[in-house]
């Protein structure tokens, strides 16, 4: 290596991991590629042939990044459609839905709604808080169009609306995938996180929870190509088809404005366009958000009251933290029959004797909740990490910085904000983490921490039948306090992605750049002398043609 200038990895010592900063080539052909550098992919890569190699590199056409995922997208939500056979074989009906683990929200809703019937709902009704469809308005509103699609009066009219619905999802999800690789540019292959995920077969056909996922993936690439207001819109109908995706607006607009205050060169302040661009971003969404919900919902406020005053009153839901005191005080043991038992009762028997939480005490402790992690979150993430980074010089376009923001800045802080939402929400349905893919994939997580929550993931979700199941036939359905542990189980592997997420944005800090005509220090060292930690020889020497990642603070 004599004579030759080695670019050294821009992740610092102690800082997560290589597969967080992706890999790029000096003659700007190379892409990321996880089979190299992911460390569970690369030893999984023997199956189809091994680590990819440099010819990856120049792949386009049908072998593309986004022609493949999307395949593999369909193929996957193909699984979870095999996943409901049995319901689709023999109806959805309780409590045989549970047992076999096939129950969906789509099919059970078309029949018990009346839109499979001659006396159909019209839209606003369907919509309205009055309505049986109880669903977020972009949702609901695709489910009463889908309706129309299915003749109600066939025998078969539910299996023919969930068929269908699975299709338009799985054409949806193929547009989600495609935007989010397109979004990762010569990462596009860590679009896998969301085209392959195993939660998407457990979850994906429970709900329209795919169509939030794909209007956030689509509104953070129109964002990536400077396209702030079209990006803005998009997210405003993400958001009213899954409201918790707002996170990724207050993060855009918290990130803009610490930045417009502590601007990393004074000359800066106030002129970023990324800056103007998140708020833009941020103030679109919202406002898209309200006209959606004024134009198909009742009322003049597009029964804005009336949404705040369920979430309000409303007790907590299967799934949520808060239901964990009411789990407790069912999972009381019988008295102990040692010493050793007495002393453990004594000692912990109070933790069973809490009462389960009302609506307002609940709302009251969410708020709280929310205050204390996301005063936490910022001290950890924004305090300590510039959010935007001096722009770029020498011509480079003004869409390639806003991209680098998008998935170094705006992705990893939106993953750990939105954990933290689902963490603290009064209600939490299996699908519901569904939204955490798109952002997994941009922030570029490692396969192992994805595998860590989709398996918790996937433990909750038969729990959760079996739970709801014994309240008809007790003695063969999960028991309080195994439910109990799978729910928190849930709850950490939630974390777990979070935590991930702060690692990533903490790990993109702009280091100091060292002067251009600085003379070759490295020639004559060795691979691990000039390695950062957790980096083995093996990888390098392996990837040493291909280049070494460089900062995209």
């Given at each position: 290596?004599?004579?030759?200038?080695?670019?050294?990895?821009?992740?610092?010592?102690?800082?997560?991991?290589?597969?967080?900063?992706?890999?790029?080539?000096?003659?700007?052909?190379?892409?990321?590629?996880?089979?190299?550098?992911?460390?569970?992919?690369?030893?999984?890569?023997?199956?189809?042939?091994?680590?990819?190699?440099?010819?990856?590199?120049?792949?386009?056409?049908?072998?593309?990044?986004?022609?493949?995922?999307?395949?593999?997208?369909?193929?996957?939500?193909?699984?979870?459609?095999?996943?409901?056979?049995?319901?689709?074989?023999?109806?959805?009906?309780?409590?045989?839905?549970?047992?076999?683990?096939?129950?969906?929200?789509?099919?059970?809703?078309?029949?018990?709604?009346?839109?499979?019937?001659?006396?159909?709902?019209?839209?606003?009704?369907?919509?309205?808080?009055?309505?049986?469809?109880?669903?977020?308005?972009?949702?609901?509103?695709?489910?009463?169009?889908?309706?129309?699609?299915?003749?109600?009066?066939?025998?078969?009219?539910?299996?023919?609306?969930?068929?269908?619905?699975?299709?338009?999802?799985?054409?949806?999800?193929?547009?989600?995938?495609?935007?989010?690789?397109?979004?990762?540019?010569?990462?596009?292959?860590?679009?896998?996180?969301?085209?392959?995920?195993?939660?998407?077969?457990?979850?994906?056909?429970?709900s329209y929870q795919i169509l939030g996922i794909t209007l956030?993936?689509?509104?953070?690439?129109?964002?990536?190509?400077?396209?702030?207001?079209?990006?803005?819109?998009?997210?405003?109908?993400?958001?009213?088809?899954?409201?918790?995706?707002?996170?990724?607006?207050?993060?855009?607009?918290?990130?803009?404005?610490?930045?417009?205050?502590?601007?990393?060169?004074?000359?800066?302040?106030?002129?970023?366009?990324?800056?103007?661009?998140?708020?833009?971003?941020?103030?679109?969404?919202?406002?898209?958000?309200?006209?959606?919900?004024?134009?198909?919902?009742?009322?003049?406020?597009?029964?804005?009251?009336?949404?705040?005053?369920?979430?309000?009153?409303?007790?907590?839901?299967?799934?949520?933290?808060?239901?964990?005191?009411?789990?407790?005080?069912?999972?009381?043991?019988?008295?102990?029959?040692?010493?050793a038992g007495r002393l453990a009762q004594l000692l912990f028997?109070?933790?069973?004797?809490?009462?389960?939480?009302?609506?307002?005490?609940?709302?009251?402790?969410?708020?709280?909740?929310?205050?204390?992690?996301?005063?936490?979150?910022?001290?950890?993430?924004?305090?300590?990490?510039?959010?935007?980074?001096?722009?770029?010089?020498?011509?480079?376009?003004?869409?390639?910085?806003?991209?680098?923001?998008?998935?170094?800045?705006?992705?990893?802080?939106?993953?750990?904000?939105?954990?933290?939402?689902?963490?603290?929400?009064?209600?939490?349905?299996?699908?519901?983490?569904?939204?955490?893919?798109?952002?997994?994939?941009?922030?570029?997580?490692?396969?192992?921490?994805?595998?860590?929550?989709?398996?918790?993931?996937?433990?909750?979700?038969?729990?959760?039948?079996?739970?709801?199941?014994?309240?008809?036939?007790?003695?063969?359905?999960?028991?309080?306090?195994?439910?109990?542990?799978?729910?928190?189980?849930?709850?950490?592997?939630?974390?777990?992605?979070?935590?991930?997420?702060?690692?990533?944005?903490?790990?993109?800090?702009?280091?100091?750049?060292?002067?251009?005509?600085?003379?070759?220090?490295?020639?004559?060292?060795?691979?691990?002398?000039?390695?950062?930690?957790?980096?083995?020889?093996?990888t390098l020497l392996g990837d040493r043609d291909a280049g070494?990642?460089?900062?995209?603070?």
């Amino acid at each position: 290596m004599t004579g030759r200038r080695v670019r050294q990895p821009s992740l610092k010592p102690g800082s997560p991991r290589w597969s967080q900063t992706p890999a790029e080539t000096d003659d700007g052909e190379g892409v990321y590629a996880p089979s190299r550098l992911d460390p569970l992919v690369r030893s999984a890569s023997p199956v189809i042939g091994g680590p990819a190699g440099r010819r990856l590199a120049t792949a386009t056409g049908f072998w593309s990044a986004a022609t493949v995922l999307v395949l593999l997208s369909a193929a996957v939500l193909g699984a979870g459609l095999v996943q409901k056979q049995h319901c689709r074989a023999a109806g959805w009906t309780s409590p045989d839905h549970f047992w076999h683990a096939c129950y969906s929200d789509i099919p059970v809703i078309f029949a018990s709604s009346g839109l499979g019937g001659s006396d159909r709902p019209g839209l606003s009704e369907a919509l309205g808080s009055a309505g049986g469809l109880g669903q977020p308005p972009l949702a609901g509103l695709l489910m009463w169009v889908t309706s129309g699609l299915v003749d109600g009066a066939d025998p078969g009219a539910n299996r023919s609306f969930f068929d269908l619905t699975a299709l338009l999802l799985a054409a949806v999800l193929a547009v989600g995938v495609a935007a989010t690789t397109f979004t990762l540019g010569r990462r596009g292959w860590d679009a896998a996180h969301l085209a392959i995920s195993p939660v998407l077969i457990t979850a994906g056909l429970i709900s329209y929870q795919i169509l939030g996922i794909t209007l956030l993936a689509l509104a953070l690439f129109a964002l990536s190509r400077s396209r702030a207001l079209a990006g803005g819109v998009l997210l405003g109908l993400g958001i009213s088809a899954a409201p918790q995706v707002a996170v990724v607006a207050v993060v855009a607009a918290v990130l803009a404005l610490w930045r417009s205050r502590h601007p990393a060169h004074p000359a800066e302040a106030g002129r970023d366009p990324r800056a103007l661009a998140a708020v833009t971003f941020a103030g679109t969404a919202a406002i898209t958000w309200l006209v959606v919900r004024v134009l198909l919902l009742p009322g003049f406020t597009g029964q804005f009251g009336d949404m705040v005053s369920a979430w309000r009153d409303g007790a907590p839901g299967y799934g949520s933290l808060w239901l964990v005191p009411q789990l407790l005080g069912a999972s009381e043991p019988e008295p102990a029959s040692s010493w050793a038992g007495r002393l453990a009762q004594l000692l912990f028997g109070w933790l069973f004797n809490a009462d389960a939480l009302g609506g307002t005490a609940t709302s009251m402790l969410v708020v709280l909740a929310l205050i204390v992690l996301t005063g936490l979150l910022v001290r950890f993430t924004v305090f300590r990490v510039p959010p935007l980074s001096p722009l770029r010089t020498g011509g480079r376009p003004p869409s390639l910085d806003l991209a680098e923001w998008v998935t170094r800045r705006l992705a990893p802080a939106s993953l750990a904000t939105l954990a933290v939402v689902l963490l603290t929400a009064k209600s939490l349905p299996a699908q519901s983490s569904l939204l955490l893919l798109p952002l997994i994939a941009l922030s570029g997580l490692r396969w192992r921490d994805h595998l860590i929550w989709a398996g918790t993931e996937a433990v909750y979700f038969v729990g959760i039948w079996l739970y709801i199941a014994a309240e008809t036939t007790s003695n063969r359905g999960l028991p309080s306090h195994f439910y109990l542990i799978m729910l928190l189980l849930r709850l950490a592997g939630i974390a777990w992605v979070g935590v991930q997420g702060v690692l990533v944005y903490r790990s993109t800090s702009t280091p100091p750049e060292p002067a251009p005509d600085l003379p070759d220090t490295t020639a004559g060292l060795r691979i691990h002398e000039i390695s950062s930690t957790g980096l083995d020889e093996g990888t390098l020497l392996g990837d040493r043609d291909a280049g070494a990642p460089r900062s995209l603070g």
